[in-house]
């Protein structure tokens, strides 16, 4: 009974792990695209 439980305890935590670390590195994606097109659409006198 034990084992079962720890079992899926585990095996829950694992996919909500994946899911949380998926979600995060999508974001940290558009976040950097946006940022990259940004600094493209920046004048270029304003880089030194």
């Not at 079992?7 to 940290?28: D, Y």
């Not at 493209?40 to 006198?45: A, D, E, G, R, V």
Request: hydrophobic content about 50%; charged content about 15%; aromatic content about 8%.
């Amino acid at each position: 009974m034990l084992a079962c439980w720890r079992a899926g305890v585990l095996a829950c935590w694992r996919a909500g792990v994946l899911a949380c670390w998926r979600a995060g590195v999508s974001i940290a994606q558009n976040y950097i695209d946006k940022v990259i097109l940004q600094r493209k659409n920046i004048p270029q006198l304003t880089i030194t």
